[in-house]
């Protein structure tokens, strides 16, 4: 029996944090947005990142053998996916999220034991009451953050626009929006509706932004304020992404109970999050972002299915159901 074990994936997930580190310092080089530009051979590539020479080629192939890189006739070229999504000059760029994992995670998650004994926050702003106000208080933290929600957003925004049913709603607001790929992405899928994104005031610039490269300046515009101290926006959807998961319980509860005064009989809430499966056995990417939660907030933390349900009953809304974005992320729907 004993023999039929192997220490195989215990080794391989207890070292995880090689590959995942070989991908983020790769990110933060620029390769793939090099390479973005044309094959090159070890030595050329080596020059443009200002490599040293002693492990360069190390560093290559790695990427080769993690499915990040080809090489053939020894010239290094990015895979197909890897060009599309980690190449920062294209729209379709998802490595926001990679270097701010980079940037501040890595080395946050370093002390989650100590995390897990005290029930405390370990990132740089642990210890603030007001963990957005203090992550914000640096214009480069601020921009490296909103951009990186965009690209854990990008893939569920499509999903959003796809499969929730925007014909039969007028107007919607993405509170909490951060960038705004939410609001983008269904404003340019469903050109009748109007809204918008309510968020802290620091980052209306970055919004605006955003909406007027997507050309939607026209019909998208930004709501201004903090969802705890001021009423949300009276539109007919409400969407919060990534949001719940921020806050403790109570300040779940009073965001949801704001949601329900704003929005009409009829009106809609979505909320999307990488839900954790009601048996919390295997949606194991949501599990994990509750622990980032408990490294990033003093009190936050994800939740599965049936709990916001559940949640969003007591606050009112009278239907209520779950559905299936991709990969991690699911969004539940409550209907006043
Ligand atoms: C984790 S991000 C989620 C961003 C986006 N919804 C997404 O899924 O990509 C949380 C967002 O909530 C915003 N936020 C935090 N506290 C807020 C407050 N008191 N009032 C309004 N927005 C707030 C932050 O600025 C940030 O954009």
Request: proline share 4%.
């Amino acid at each position: 029996m004993t023999s039929e074990l192997s220490p195989e994936k215990i080794l391989g997930l207890g070292l995880g944090f090689w590959n995942s580190k070989a991908l983020l310092s790769a990110v933060e080089l620029g390769l793939f947005t090099v390479l973005a530009g044309g094959p090159a051979d070890a030595q050329t590539l080596r020059a443009r990142l200002g490599l040293h020479e002693r492990s360069a080629l190390d560093f290559f192939d790695a990427l080769v053998a993690l499915g990040m890189l080809e090489r053939d006739n020894g010239l290094y070229r990015n895979t197909a996916e890897a060009d599309l999504f980690l190449d920062r000059a294209k729209p379709s760029y998802v490595g926001q999220i990679l270097e701010m994992s980079n940037l501040r995670l890595f080395a946050s998650w370093n002390r989650l034991t100590e995390a897990l004994r005290t029930g405390k926050a370990q990132s740089e702003s642990a210890g603030d009451k007001d963990f957005f106000g203090a992550l914000y208080a640096d214009p480069d933290r601020l921009r490296s953050f909103l951009t990186a929600m965009s690209g854990i957003s990008a893939g569920p925004a499509q999903a959003i626009a796809a499969k929730f049913p925007w014909k039969d709603y007028k107007s919607f607001a993405d509170v909490g929006v951060a960038q705004g790929m939410v609001p983008a992405t269904v404003a340019r899928a469903h050109p009748h509706l109007t809204g918008g994104g309510f968020d802290l005031p620091q980052v209306k610039s970055i919004f605006e932004d955003f909406i007027a490269q997507n050309g939607l300046s026209d019909r998208l515009r930004f709501y201004p304020g903090d969802f705890f101290a001021d009423d949300l926006p009276k539109v007919d959807v409400i969407v919060m992404g990534h949001i719940l998961h921020d806050w403790n319980l109570e300040q779940k509860r009073i965001l949801l109970a704001k949601a329900y005064d704003a929005l009409p009989k009829g009106g809609a809430l979505i909320v999307y999050e990488a839900l954790i499966d009601d048996e919390r056995k295997t949606n194991a990417f949501g599990l994990l972002m509750s622990l980032n939660m408990l490294i990033e907030t003093p009190g936050g933390f994800d939740y599965t299915g049936a709990d916001c349900q559940g949640w969003m009953r007591e606050a009112g809304f009278s239907q209520t159901r779950v559905e299936h974005l991709l990969g991690p992320d699911s969004m539940v729907i409550a209907v006043k």
